[in-house]
Structures are given as structure tokens and as C-alpha cells.
């Protein structure tokens, strides 16, 4: 469904001091699959994810979303930034936030009004809608903003750090809202995180990411059993051994080899 | 949440905004009263001489003018300040290119373009608009700029990745998101528009609120002198009140996402 082929992305061009972010990613993202992406801090991932957004022109590569090339932001594509609160517009009530991206759209007014109430229902806002954002928690915030990206209707959700501004037993409930909205929308799902657990917890496959300038370390399989679970799956031996493998991979990566082993 | 005062001392709050204006008020007439003074006649007999002036025989003559001329040339300025501040502050390379050029315009001090308006426009009514209107640019200009050039880029990039459309990206992303700068422009831009009404009434004109000021001054009306600039205080006043209630409905969701929950 999603192909990232040999994305490469030089900043400065043509200047003095070019910095290398991304030097040459592949990777693929099949329907319905749960991908996350993790590396070191600074390693290019918000970088990456603006270019497969088509936020961000590619210095070379090419990245295709149903076999189309993304050279701007595909209308199948809907993005959940880090920052909820520079990213929900303050001055437009919930309600507002998720009905602006669906002007464009022509749908009816009760059509509107439904998708909306239904999203919000899904991300347990129901009653929020003609709160301003700032009235909000910050996972609140960053519900309205999934609920957003959900009522936009997109084939794939790129999420970048999404929980990382939140306390963790509030990022424990957001990971499972995402997981049980992915299996009722039925969508694809690209997850950026600098956190392991988090990526080991959700994916059906992690991405590791080299220092920058960035590529692809390994492509780690999660064959963890779902629907998964805060408590049952994290005490599964074979979530400390996944886990453990992505941590050395990421950390030293000389030992990675042998590990699994 | 706000700090909320306890109810004693809000109550005091509110007296104290009543009695010390009402304190002022009483101290002047009592110092003036025995009208000893030809410079400072008794308060009451100023306020007797505003109602006859003002209420409502100059209303026509003088009030009238002078605020279509202050209105005209701030709104002048308020839409020119808002559509060249969002067209300049869009764009990086443009915003430095006319920098300078805003800044020295902008340090020209106001009074000074009075000659210079009467030999290009004349005495009349348009070069007074058009002072008001260029001094009041100024700052209107220079937030909008500022405001335009500062809007979030995660919200511009929220905008994107949505496709939300040039027109809604323009009124319904960045003109929100620079409105509190614009709002402080503009309200500097008040003050010194009636402050150019004034002047430029008293170097250049036969009617309006500064003329008649001037005029009392030189032909010794000195309560009428002192009723024209107790109008013009209390017209600055509302003028002001005015703004800031046009100002708290626009900015409700500023001042709640400030001080609202974290």
C-alpha cells in the first residue's frame, strides 16, 4: 500500500554545510499493517515522516501510496502530529476542529454532523464537541486530534510521536484506543516513536532506523498474539525478548547480531 | 484557573473604581469653586458650557466631522494594514526587502506631515483622512507582519496535510492565529489617530473638535476651551471601551487558551 523507495533528503542544499537527515530509506507498508518506526533521538524520523506525508519534498526517491507517487499530501493520508496543542486550532471549538478538513469534502450537513459525533463517540469525546481545545487534558487533545484524522477518512494514519507529551497511564489508554480504532476503521497505520515498548507493544513490525544520516538498521517481526494487552501481552516472554532485541539494535547495534540467536 | 479574588475584595475593587473618579472629580470642583482663577473657571460651569456646546448644538458643526474623519482614516488604515501586512508577512525574502523601508516611514514623527499633506492634498477634509490613515498604518502594518510571519508552523502544516484551501488556510488559520497581534496594533493605532484628528484640526481647518479647542484658547473661552478637552477625553475614552469590547468577543478563545488548563 505504501512504498518508500530510496528516500534521501539533504538539508542545504547546495550550501556550505548540507546536513545529511535521511540517506537513503526503503520500506514498505502493506494493508491494514501496524508499522512503527523508531531510532535515535535525532535520527530523522519527523524528517521521514514529512516526506512520506508530502509535507516536505524528498531530495531523491520516490514514495507511492497505492502505486500513485506522493509529491503532495495525499487525500488518503491523515497525520497526528506530537504537538496536540500546536496542532488543534484554539480559536475553533472541537466540533470545529474535526469539521474544518471536511469542508472540501461534499458531503451533507447531517452527514457532516454524524461523522463527526460518531468519531468523537469513538474516542470517548462524545459530549466535548462545543469545548475549545484548551478546555481540554492534553490526552484529550490529542483524542480530538485522532478523531480528526479518523473523520477525514483516510486509508492511512501517520502518527508521529503522538504520546509523547503525555503522562504514561494516559499514553497506556492511548495506545489501546489506537489499536481498537484500527481494527473498526480498518485502516493502515505508520507510527513514529522513539519509545520501545510502545513500538514493540503496537506493531505488527518495527523499523529501526540508524543514527543520521538515517536508513534502515533492521526490520524487526512482532509475532506477538492479539488483540494485545497493557498487562498480558508485556508479561509474555516473548515481549521481553522483542523488546530487548529492538533495544540492542538500537543501541548497540554491534550486538544485535547474535542476539536472537 | 484564575486567581479569584475573595468577594471583600472585589467588592472593595469595584468602590474604589467608583469613589476614586467621583474623589477626583469633587477635589477639582472644590478647588475651583470660588472661580477665582481666569485659567482654571469652575468645574460645574465647564460641565454647564459642555452641555450647551456639546449637547447638542456642536454635535453637527464640530463632533461630526471630526469622528467620520477619525473613522474614515483608521478604517483606511486597519484594511490596508491587515491585507499589505498578510501579503508581506507570507513571504520570508519579502518581509526582509521592505523592512527597512517600514521602519523609516514609521519613524517620521507624525505632526511633521501636516505641511506636507497641506501642499500636496490642501486644507480640506482628505488630507486629514489621509494623515490619520498613514500615521495609523504603522503599527497595524508592523503586527500583522509580525503576526503572519509567526503563525505556528505545525498549524500551517496541519492546514497542508488536511488540503484545507488557500481562501479557509487565510481566514480561517492565519488571520485567527495573528488576530491577538493585529488587535494590539490596532489599538495603538486608535490612540494615535485621535491624537492626529487634533492636531491636524488645529493647524488646518475650519471645523472639528481641535479647531474649536484652539479657537476658545485664543479668543479666551477659556470653559469652552476646557469643555472641548474634557470631550475629547471622554471621546478617547469610549473609543477605547469600545475597542476593547470588540476586542474581548473576538479574542475569547485567546485569553481562555492562556489562562485555561494546561
Known amino acids: 500500500m505504501l512504498r518508500v523507495e530510496h528516500v534521501k533528503k539533504v538539508y542545504g542544499e547546495g550550501t556550505r554545510r548540507p546536513f545529511e537527515a535521511?540517506?537513503?530509506?526503503?520500506?514498505?507498508?502493506?494493508?491494514?499493517?501496524?508499522?512503527?518506526?523508531?531510532?535515535?533521538?535525532?535520527?530523522?524520523?519527523?524528517?521521514?515522516?514529512?516526506?512520506?506525508?508530502?509535507?516536505?519534498?524528498?531530495?531523491?526517491?520516490?514514495?507511492?501510496?497505492?502505486?500513485?507517487?506522493?509529491?503532495?499530501?495525499?487525500?488518503?493520508?491523515?497525520?497526528v502530529f506530537q504537538d496536540y496543542s500546536r496542532s488543534l486550532y484554539p480559536w475553533m471549538t472541537v466540533e470545529d476542529n474535526v469539521a474544518f478538513p471536511l469542508k472540501r469534502r461534499k458531503l451533507g450537513k447531517?452527514?457532516?454532523?454524524?461523522?463527526?459525533?460518531?468519531?468523537?463517540?469513538?474516542v470517548g469525546l462524545g459530549d466535548a464537541g462545543a469545548k475549545y481545545p484548551w478546555q481540554l487534558s492534553g490526552g484529550m487533545q490529542q483524542r480530538v486530534a485522532i478523531a480528526r484524522a479518523l473523520a477525514y477518512q483516510p486509508?492511512?494514519?501517520?502518527?508521529?510521536?503522538?504520546?509523547?507529551?503525555?503522562?504514561?497511564?494516559?499514553r497506556a489508554d492511548l495506545e489501546d484506543l489506537v489499536l481498537a480504532l484500527r481494527?473498526?476503521?480498518?485502516?493502515?497505520?505508520?507510527?513514529?516513536?522513539?519509545?520501545?515498548?510502545?513500538?514493540?507493544?503496537?506493531?505488527?513490525?518495527?523499523?529501526?532506523?540508524?543514527?543520521?544520516?538515517t536508513s534502515v538498521a533492521e526490520i524487526v517481526d512482532i509475532p506477538l498474539p492479539r488483540p494485545r494487552d497493557q498487562v498480558e501481552t508485556k508479561e509474555l516472554p516473548d515481549f521481553a525478548r522483542l523488546r530487548a532485541y529492538v533495544w540492542r539494535s538500537i543501541k548497540r547495534p554491534e550486538q544485535s547480531a547474535t542476539a536472537l540467536a | 484557573m484564575m486567581r479569584t479574588p475573595t468577594r471583600g475584595i472585589r467588592i472593595l475593587g469595584v468602590g474604589l473604581e467608583i469613589a476614586v473618579p467621583i474623589g477626583a472629580l469633587a477635589l477639582w470642583?472644590?478647588?475651583?469653586?470660588d472661580g477665582s482663577s481666569f485659567y482654571f473657571p469652575p468645574l460645574l460651569d465647564i460641565f454647564r458650557t459642555f452641555q450647551e456646546t456639546w449637547l447638542f448644538a456642536g454635535m453637527g458643526t464640530d463632533v461630526v466631522p471630526s469622528l467620520s474623519r477619525l473613522l474614515s482614516g483608521y478604517a483606511i488604515a486597519v484594511v490596508a494594514g491587515v491585507v499589505v501586512g498578510v501579503a508581506l508577512g507570507s513571504s520570508h525574502p519579502l518581509r526582509r526587502m521592505v523592512d527597512?523601508?517600514?521602519?523609516?516611514?514609521?519613524a517620521i514623527p507624525p505632526p511633521v506631515l501636516i505641511p506636507?499633506?497641506?501642499?500636496?492634498?490642501?486644507?480640506?477634509?482628505?488630507?486629514?483622512?489621509?494623515?490619520?490613515?498613514?500615521?495609523c498604518l504603522w503599527p497595524i502594518l508592523l503586527n500583522t507582519i509580525d503576526g503572519v510571519g509567526g503563525v505556528d508552523p505545525t498549524l500551517r502544516e496541519t492546514a497542508r496535510s488536511f488540503q484545507i484551501p488557500r481562501r479557509d488556510r487565510l481566514f480561517r488559520v492565519v488571520l485567527p492565529s495573528a488576530a491577538p497581534q493585529i488587535f494590539?496594533?490596532?489599538?495603538?493605532?486608535?490612540?494615535?489617530?485621535?491624537?492626529?484628528m487634533v492636531v491636524s484640526e488645529m493647524v488646518a481647518s475650519t471645523n472639528g473638535i481641535g479647531y474649536f479647542v484652539l479657537q476658545s484658547q485664543r479668543t479666551y473661552a477659556i470653559t469652552e476651551m476646557w469643555s472641548g478637552i474634557l470631550l475629547l477625553a471622554i471621546l478617547g475614552y469610549v473609543l477605547n471601551a469600545l475597542f476593547l469590547l470588540v476586542e474581548r468577543r473576538a479574542l475569547r478563545w485567546h485569553r481562555g487558551a492562556r489562562t485555561g488548563s494546561a
Not at chain 2, 118 to 126: A, C, D, F, K, P
Open chain 1, 110 to 122: 447531517t452527514a457532516v454532523r454524524e461523522l463527526i459525533q460518531d468519531t468523537l463517540r469513538s
Open chain 1, 183 to 213: 481494527d473498526r476503521y480498518g485502516i493502515t497505520i505508520l507510527f513514529v516513536t522513539h519509545d520501545i515498548d510502545e513500538a514493540v507493544y503496537l506493531s505488527d513490525r518495527v523499523v529501526v532506523l540508524t543514527p543520521s544520516p
Open chain 1, 22 to 79: 535521511v540517506a537513503d530509506l526503503s520500506v514498505t507498508v502493506s494493508e491494514h499493517e501496524f508499522v512503527s518506526i523508531v531510532g535515535p533521538s535525532g535520527a530523522g524520523k519527523t524528517t521521514l515522516l514529512k516526506c512520506i506525508a508530502g509535507l516536505l519534498p524528498q531530495t531523491s526517491g520516490a514514495v507511492y501510496l497505492d502505486d500513485e507517487e506522493v509529491v503532495g499530501p495525499p487525500e488518503k493520508m491523515a497525520l
Open chain 2, 184 to 196: 494590539a496594533g490596532a489599538r495603538v493605532s486608535l490612540a494615535l489617530a485621535v491624537i492626529m
Open chain 2, 116 to 135: 506636507a499633506g497641506i501642499l500636496v492634498l490642501g486644507v480640506n477634509s482628505t488630507m486629514k483622512v489621509a494623515l490619520i490613515a498613514f500615521v
Open chain 2, 29 to 33: 470642583a472644590a478647588l475651583t469653586r
Open chain 2, 100 to 106: 527597512p523601508v517600514v521602519q523609516f516611514l514609521r
Open chain 1, 155 to 170: 486509508e492511512i494514519l501517520l502518527m508521529d510521536e503522538p504520546f509523547a507529551s503525555v503522562d504514561a497511564q494516559t
